[in-house]
């Protein structure tokens, strides 16, 4: 019989997120820049779609680029917003 199975569920969802945070911490610099420049790129990917009410043919993705290697990119610098279609 298997009665607690909610609370069973949170302390996973706790273990796992406090993995994740564990594992984020530990990560090289250069690897949490990367994984950041991804997220950003799918968040502002998200957001155009969003906005133009779907993905059409030919629509625009943007995001940011830098002409420093494995520099985050950042407004402050010779950081761009490159678009394609």
Same mark, same amino acid.
């Given at each position: 019989m298997? %009665? @607690? /199975? /909610?609370?069973?569920?949170?302390?996973? @969802?706790i273990r796992c997120r406090e993995a994740r945070r564990d594992r984020y911490a530990n990560m090289p610099l250069d690897k949490k820049a990367e994984l950041n420049a991804r997220k950003r790129e799918n968040y502002h990917g998200r957001k155009a779609e969003k906005q133009s009410g779907g993905s059409p043919v030919g629509s %625009?993705?943007?995001f940011w680029k830098c002409m420093f290697d494995g520099h985050t990119p950042d407004i402050s610098h010779a950081?761009?917003?490159?678009? /394609?279609?």
């Open positions: 298997y %009665v @607690n /199975s /909610s609370a069973d569920d949170e302390l996973r @969802n %625009v993705a943007c950081c761009f917003w490159e678009c /394609s279609l």
